[in-house]
C-alpha cells in the first residue's frame, strides 16, 4: 500500500490498490497518536522532486500534532488540507507509522479485505519511518516478501494473487503483530519517500507559489 509523497511517491506510502498488506492489527499497545517531531511543513525531498520548493507541498503537522496532507486539485487554486489520523509505534529502536484503512476514506479508494468473508471493519497499514532531524524517510512494506512467509507458514495469513495484483493479510492481535515486526524484516531497503522539512511555514510557501505562478503567466 502507497500514499500521494506520502500518498504521490503517503508515496506517508502513496496507495497502491493493486499492491499492499494489511495488518488484522496494531503492532502492540504502546500506541501514540502524536510524534512531536514530525511537526512542521514538511516539502517532497525525494529523488525524482521538482528542485524548486514551491512545486514541492507534501504535509503539514500542526501544533496540535494534526497531520494534514496537501494537494492542490487545481493549478492557480489553493492547497487543500485533508486531515488524515495516524498512530505511532516505537520498539526497541524502531518507529512505526501505522494508518487504519477506514481513516483513508474520501482520500484514497481502499477496497475490502480480499479472501476474507465476513470482512474485517478495519484493517491497518503499517510503515517505518526514521527521523534524523529535518528528514524524514518513510519505508513501505515488502509485500512480496511478506507474501512468501504467507505462504511458507512463517506467519498467519492470506494472499490473494492476479494479474498484475498481489493483496496480503496479515493476521493476529497486537501482541502477535508486533512480534511479527520484530521476528522478520518486511520492509523495503530503500525509503519509498523522502521528505524534508521546510524553513517556511505553510501562509509562506503559499506566498512563493503564489508569486511563481503569477510571473509564469505570457
Not at 501514540?32 to 517531531?37: R, Y
Not at 528542485?51 to 492557480?76: G, H, M, W
Not at 512494506?141 to 505462504?151: Q, Y
Not at 494479474?163 to 521476528?183: A, M, N, P, T, Y
Request: net charge negative.
Amino acid at each position: 500500500m502507497k500514499l500521494p509523497l506520502l500518498v504521490s511517491a503517503f508515496a506517508f506510502l502513496v496507495l497502491s490498490a493493486c499492491t499492499e498488506t494489511r495488518f488484522e492489527s496494531p503492532p502492540g499497545d504502546k500506541i501514540e497518536a502524536c510524534d512531536p517531531g514530525w511537526k512542521g511543513f514538511w516539502v517532497d525531498a525525494s529523488e525524482n522532486a521538482n528542485r524548486d520548493d514551491a512545486e514541492n507541498a507534501a504535509f503539514l503537522v500542526d501544533q496540535e500534532c494534526r497531520f494534514l496532507l496537501l494537494e492542490r486539485p487545481e493549478k492557480d487554486g489553493p492547497l487543500k488540507q485533508i486531515h488524515i489520523p495516524l498512530n505511532f509505534v516505537h520498539d526497541r529502536g524502531k518507529h512505526y507509522l501505522v494508518i487504519a484503512d477506514n481513516q483513508l476514506a474520501g482520500v484514497v479508494d481502499v477496497g475490502p479485505i480480499h479472501r476474507m468473508k465476513p470482512a474485517p471493519a478495519k484493517a491497518f497499514f503499517i510503515a517505518r519511518y526514521e527521523l534524523n532531524g529535518d528528514k524524514l524517510s518513510l519505508f513501505d512494506i515488502d509485500t512480496t516478501r511478506v507474501a512468501h512467509l504467507v505462504v511458507d507458514d512463517a506467519i498467519d495469513g492470506t494472499v490473494d494473487s492476479g494479474d498484475r495484483e498481489l493483496h496480503v493479510f496479515v493476521k493476529g492481535d497486537r501482541s502477535q503483530i508486533l512480534e511479527i515486526l520484530r521476528k522478520h524484516d518486511l520492509f523495503d531497503a530503500e525509503a519509498e519517500a523522502v521528505a524534508r522539512r521546510s524553513t517556511q511555514s505553510l501562509d509562506e510557501y503559499e506566498a512563493s507559489y503564489s508569486a511563481r505562478r503569477e510571473r509564469s503567466k505570457p
